[in-house]
């Protein structure tokens, strides 16, 4: 008969096995609420005019994604550091990316633009910074994460309007279930619209008679396009440029919405980024400043607008507007961030990643994308070298400081 085993590890046997249990006992407990939940779902859905037929069909084999619900409040582009944001949606390879579909697909764009009076480098900017030119759609299952946040979370109603959306484009067959994908809050296809926004402005680009912003280009291109123009665009004016502030400038006059003609910022020393006089307007324009008065700064007119409607965030609408401007033969921004540990583009990211690898840390293959086991392999370094703040932050300082120290040795893990 073997020994019993010491008291110190019968204790941790049992809370572990407690601690499974619970997890269990959560689990099960989950799987119950949401079955009971897609039951109510499927009278609402009926009443949507999604028949049972077609929800039993779509929902018989979903299961809820509670991970989905940790995302609802961390959106980049209210939680990231504005420089850091816009390095990797305005670099030189998305430019040169976005160039080359300009080029690729100009039939298409010159039909669009024909009809919607939508510029090219607008729609292809829009195109990049979505789904970086169809390579990006999401990795989620889109019906089981609307699923799971229409039962649970905030803002469930909302979420189950995008559901019933999704279940009547499968229905009339614009879409196709078999590998469905997009962001963790619904948003799919190559310029990632929501299910009810794809609804009520998708278009039949290529004339095969679905609309199809999953499998085809001249369907996504004609669709934001109409999206545009539909939130107000103007055809043949532009969304705003940078503009140079003069010293003690009133920061309480900036703001999207707080327009007034371009007479009157320049009647308050607003000068063009290159120190030249504002053209002479009377169109109402806003004063943008994203990192305040010692950053870069923009006037942006109604154009601006239409674009941030797509994603209310400025920052998002911001990417868009700069790499148009890029994509048009314009160059970079002339004002610098005020940081002194600037982002990096999706090629310096790579870089940095493939540095972490060489000492060691298991962060997967280097494709730029900064995710949770490349930040701590950064804080790490960090710790290591020095640096503060220890906040994991893909930025200049820990690029420079790793490529400083020459050939990397592998560190004891």
Not at 53 to 66: H, I, K, S, V
């Amino acid at each position: 008969m073997p020994a019993a085993p010491p008291k110190e590890t019968r204790v941790r046997r049992i809370l572990l096995s407690s601690a499974l249990l619970s997890t269990a006992t959560t689990a099960c407990a989950g799987d119950l609420v949401f079955d009971d939940c897609l039951r109510g779902l499927r009278a609402q859905a009926a009443d949507a005019g999604v028949s049972n037929e077609a929800f039993d069909t779509y929902a018989a084999q979903l299961a809820p994604d509670m991970s989905v619900l940790d995302l609802l409040d961390a959106q980049p582009e209210f939680t990231t550091p504005i420089w850091d944001y816009l390095a990797p949606l305005v670099d030189d390879q998305r430019i040169a990316d976005g160039r080359a579909m300009l080029e690729t697909h100009a039939a298409t764009l010159a039909q669009v633009a024909s009809k919607y009076e939508v510029d090219p480098q607008t729609v292809v900017a829009v195109w990049g910074v979505e789904s970086d030119y169809g390579r990006a759609f999401g990795k989620r299952p889109l019906l089981q994460s609307l699923a799971t946040l229409s039962c649970f979370g905030r803002r469930q109603a909302f979420f189950r309007n995008e559901l019933f959306a999704t279940l009547s484009l499968l229905q009339v067959g614009d879409l196709k279930a078999d590998g469905l994908v997009g962001s963790w809050a619904g948003a799919f296809g190559h310029t990632q619209f929501m299910p009810t926004t794809y609804r009520r402005i998708a278009v039949d680009g290529d004339g095969d008679g679905r609309r199809d912003l999953v499998g085809s280009i001249p369907d996504a291109l004609a669709s934001t396009a109409n999206y545009l123009v539909r939130a107000g665009w103007r055809s043949g004016e532009p969304w705003g440029y940078e503009v140079k502030l003069p010293p003690g400038f009133d920061a309480s006059v900036a703001g999207r919405k707080s327009k007034r003609p371009v007479a009157d910022w320049q009647g308050l020393g607003v000068l063009r980024a290159d120190g030249s006089p504002l053209p002479a307007s009377d169109a109402p324009a806003g004063l943008l400043l994203p990192a305040g008065v010692e950053g870069p700064a923009f006037l942006v007119f109604r154009n601006f607008d239409a674009i941030y409607s797509y994603n209310a965030a400025e920052s998002y609408a911001l990417a868009i507007a700069l790499l148009s401007d890029r994509l048009r033969g314009g160059g970079p921004l002339l004002a610098a961030w005020p940081t002194d540990d600037p982002g990096l583009d999706r090629a310096a990211r790579k870089h940095l990643q493939v540095l972490l690898l060489a000492r060691g840390y298991a962060i997967g293959v280097p494709d730029g994308m900064i995710g949770t086991l490349t930040r701590r392999a950064i804080a790490d370094e960090q710790l290591r070298l020095g640096l503060q703040p220890i906040d994991g932050r893909a930025g200049r300082k820990i690029l420079d400081a790793l490529v400083r120290e020459g050939p990397p040795i592998t560190l004891p893990r």
